[in-house]
């Protein structure tokens, strides 16, 4: 039959996308909506608060954009840096690798300061590299490709030491790490609506700190749709009936501010609460069974597991193995950890006692 799907999703534990909460796929399911006029204006306003409660950052700006977490660090790669700026890169995985990929084809300088998969920013590198003339420093808060948590505070101090701005990769971490943004100084950052806010895929909570806006020219900066001074202008001009510059998915939307009212509504300190102990549980039973945790448990993220399989158990093998006996679905290893580790995310709904109990359940019957 044309257009079939399987209905039975079985358990979904990769890191991002996660299940939708009834209540946010009920948003989402609804009929499609105009995307302006009055209803649009209150859940545009109220979803512009509850991100700024989000980020804890409420002066920062902050932009709702449509588009995967990519779309939140090209916007501001055109919005605050300029051809030739150089920008270090502190990359532990394959994600910061990827920001370097992206900052190059926007005809930057990315400078890497690398440091092994598995292990924490090469700080004593960074203060060398912040010798030379440097625009910003970019760092992935939650190394998915590892279960790495990189502490932002020493790089926002490095950074700013020397003038430099700090732009933070926040995409397996927003809503479920804590990330207070204005303390901690992070001056610009992106997260994504499908990891640990579990509302679909395709809006990337963008924020920006009052200073670093402040300190831009915005003729300086490049493109349309993903020049936040397009999206500033459109809230200030257009914002009595139409306050973002393009059509938005109102399903998608809707679904994004009801996932943001149900982060409000359980509270961030007890949200955080909730990953960190599922991912405890959750580590400390696969521990029990031979796992071993490729980060060190200092690093070691509450959003993403990153593990290799005790002697004799393959990693690809036993995430086939879940998902074609047990209807669950892991990640493998990415990159140089192909196919000797398993990723398995606590995010959203996923941060749920029984839910890693039924994965590792599972696990012990097939190791
Ligand atoms: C840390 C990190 N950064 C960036 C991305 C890319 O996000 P997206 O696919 O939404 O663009 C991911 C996706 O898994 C990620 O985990």
């Given at each position: 039959m044309i ?8 358990l979904l534990?990769?890191?991002?996308p996660?299940?939708l ?11 499609a ?7 649009w ?5 109220e979803?512009v608060?509850?991100?700024r ?9 902050v932009f709702?954009?449509a588009?995967?977490?990519?779309t939140?660090?090209?916007s ?9 700026d150089?920008v270090?890169?502190l ?5 910061g690798?990827?920001?370097r990929e992206?900052?190059l084809?926007?005809?930057l ?10 292990a924490?920013?090469d700080?004593?590198?960074?203060r ?7 625009k910003?420093?970019a760092v992935?808060?939650?190394e ?13 101090e ?10 933070v990769?926040?995409v397996?971490?927003?809503g ?8 901690i100084?992070?001056?610009?950052a992106?997260g994504?609506?499908q990891?640990?806010l579990a509302?679909?895929a395709?809006?990337?909570?963008v ?7 402040e ?9 349309w749709?993903?020049n ?30 009801r996932?943001?009212?149900l982060?409000k509504?359980e509270?961030?300190?007890a949200?955080?609460?909730?990953h960190?102990?599922?991912?405890a549980?959750l580590r400390d ?8 945790a490729?980060?060190a448990?200092?690093?070691?993220s ?7 399989p005790p ?14 006996e047990r209807?669950i679905?892991i ?10 580790t398993?990723?398995i ?12 109990d039924?994965?590792?359940d ?6």
């Amino acid at each position: 039959m044309i257009g079939a799907v399987p209905m039975d999703p079985g358990l979904l534990l990769i890191p991002g996308p996660v299940p939708l909460h009834p209540r946010v796929l009920e948003e989402f399911a609804k009929p499609a909506l105009p995307h302006y006029g009055d209803a649009w204006v209150r859940a545009f306003t109220e979803t512009v608060s509850l991100m700024r409660y989000l980020w804890s950052a409420p002066e920062h700006r902050v932009f709702p954009l449509a588009g995967p977490g990519h779309t939140g660090l090209e916007s501001l790669a055109y919005t605050f840096l300029r051809p030739g700026d150089r920008v270090v890169v502190l990359s532990n995985g394959f994600f910061g690798d990827r920001i370097r990929e992206v900052l190059l084809t926007h005809r930057l300088k990315a400078d890497v300061v690398a440091s092994p998969w598995g292990a924490g920013p090469d700080l004593d590198g960074l203060r060398n590299a912040l010798k030379r003339p440097t625009k910003a420093v970019a760092v992935v808060h939650n190394e998915t490709s590892t279960g790495v948590t990189n502490p932002l505070e020493p790089i926002v101090e490095a950074a700013h030491a020397v003038g430099a701005f700090v732009l933070v990769d926040a995409v397996s971490s927003l809503g479920g790490i804590r990330l207070p943004a204005a303390a901690i100084g992070v001056d610009a950052a992106f997260g994504a609506s499908q990891k640990c806010l579990a509302a679909p895929a395709g809006i990337t909570p963008v924020a920006v700190a009052p200073s670093l806006w402040e300190a831009t020219d915005p003729k300086g900066a490049d493109g349309w749709y993903l020049n936040l001074f397009t999206w500033e202008r459109y809230a200030r001009e257009w914002g009595e009936w139409h306050p973002t510059p393009t059509t938005i998915s109102s399903n998608l939307f809707y679904a994004f501010h009801r996932a943001l009212l149900l982060v409000k509504e359980e509270g961030l300190e007890a949200r955080y609460a909730r990953h960190a102990t599922a991912s405890a549980r959750l580590r400390d039973g696969l521990a029990g069974l031979g796992f071993a945790a490729l980060a060190a448990p200092d690093l070691v993220s509450n959003t993403v597991t990153c593990v290799s399989p005790p002697q004799g158990i393959d990693a690809n093998t036993l995430v086939k193995r879940l998902r074609m006996e047990r209807n669950i679905t892991i990640s493998g290893g990415l990159g140089p950890l192909r196919g000797k580790t398993v990723r398995i995310g606590t995010m959203g709904t996923q941060a749920e006692p029984d839910v890693v109990d039924r994965l590792l359940d599972a696990v012990r019957s097939l190791v």
